[in-house]
């Protein structure tokens, strides 16, 4: 997978520009709040998927500018793609000249694992952000799943306003039954994927935080399905919960409350991990799911890596350049000697949304 051109205008603060990427690593630098990580922001949306900031459509737009356009020139092992998307109230999408449903119908279409300092949030925060990250993930890999989510969701929402009104009217207990069926059906699935991602993603993750801890630490991976007994299927999960449901009206079982146990020498990462042991873990889970979108699809992703080099000692960052050198890869930082001296590669100089220049 390469990232051949990308062209902004009216995007974020970014002037109309032009990148011509080099194909291996390209090195973008500058100080900050200048524009090096709404480049990288601008080339992960090519992916399908939300701005990885947690930006809604419209705040990517710039001030006083109606919309925003970005067009992309891509090539996989089969062909060479030309993308574009158009952000207003929400953002719309085409590839190779024909218009998308949505800009979702780029997912799988250009693949991208993005690393950002906001990522720490995975390790550090609840369990909806480690959901977030494996069902992206999985999205990248399989399409369809992003509309079994989108299922599912919708579902939820359903169960929510019965359970709401179904004590009033009880009358809709039969319909309760009816959304629980589904809601089981397609819980299933998704819980049956992430597991099946998780058992990929972990040799990769371990060896990498391996090399990252020098051999001193290990990590592990344990999939929670909360609220369920043992063996307990969904169905009959949301079975023994309805009661406690309706008087709640909440839905307290199913895939939206699972979560992902990380554990340092068998410790918890997030309750125990110091930062450095955080950081890694994160870092290690990122550079794995390239891994794994390699090993499934047979394409490298694009790596984007936002701020990565900053609080890792020189050993850490030879290592991660070592796992990163079979493709083409964005790194963002203010100095750009500290990956010069390790690598080779293009670097483009940001100030106020413009390019300084390259070389």
Not at 270 to 284: D, E, H, N, P, V
Request: overall charge neutral.
């Amino acid at each position: 997978m390469k990232l051949n051109k990308i062209n902004f205008n009216g995007f974020r603060n970014l002037a109309a520009l032009e990148i011509e990427p080099h194909p291996e690593m390209n090195i973008i630098y500058g100080e900050n709040a200048q524009g090096k990580t709404n480049i990288l922001e601008g080339i992960w949306l090519f992916s399908g998927l939300k701005s990885f900031r947690g930006a809604k459509d419209r705040e990517l737009i710039a001030f006083s500018r109606d919309r925003a356009k970005l067009s992309a020139e891509f090539e996989t092992t089969q062909r060479t793609h030309k993308a574009e998307i158009i952000i207003e109230t929400r953002r719309s999408a085409s590839l190779n000249g024909i218009k998308l449903p949505g800009a979702a119908g780029l997912i799988g279409k250009f693949g991208a694992v993005v690393f950002s300092p906001s990522f720490m949030s995975v390790i550090k925060n609840g369990p909806d952000e480690r959901r977030k990250f494996i069902d992206s993930a999985i999205c990248q890999l399989r399409p369809s799943y992003a509309s079994m989510l989108a299922e599912y969701r919708k579902l939820l929402l359903q169960r929510g306003a019965v359970l709401e009104d179904i004590v009033k009217n009880p009358s809709l207990y039969e319909m309760l039954e009816i959304i629980d069926e589904k809601i089981a059906f397609r819980g299933e699935i998704i819980t049956g994927d992430r597991l099946q991602y998780i058992q990929s993603l972990e040799p990769f993750v371990t060896e990498i935080y391996s090399g990252l801890s020098g051999g001193r630490e290990s990590i592990s991976f344990e999939y929670e399905t909360k609220n369920r007994n043992g063996s307990e299927t969904l169905s009959e999960a949301l079975a023994r919960t309805r009661k406690n449901d309706i008087a709640r009206s909440v839905t307290s079982v199913g895939p939206h409350r699972d979560d992902i146990d990380i554990k340092i020498n068998g410790q918890s990462a997030r309750i125990f991990g110091s930062q450095g042991q955080q950081r890694s873990c994160a870092l290690a889970m990122k550079l794995s799911e390239a891994s794994v979108i390699k090993e499934v699809r047979g394409e490298q992703p694009v790596m984007l890596l936002d701020d990565v080099m900053s609080e890792l000692d020189e050993s850490r960052q030879d290592y991660i350049l070592n796992h990163i050198n079979n493709g083409q890869v964005f790194i963002t930082c203010c100095d750009p000697a500290s990956v010069l001296r390790l690598c080779e590669g293009r670097t483009i100089h940001i100030k106020n949304g413009s390019i300084e220049n390259v070389s």
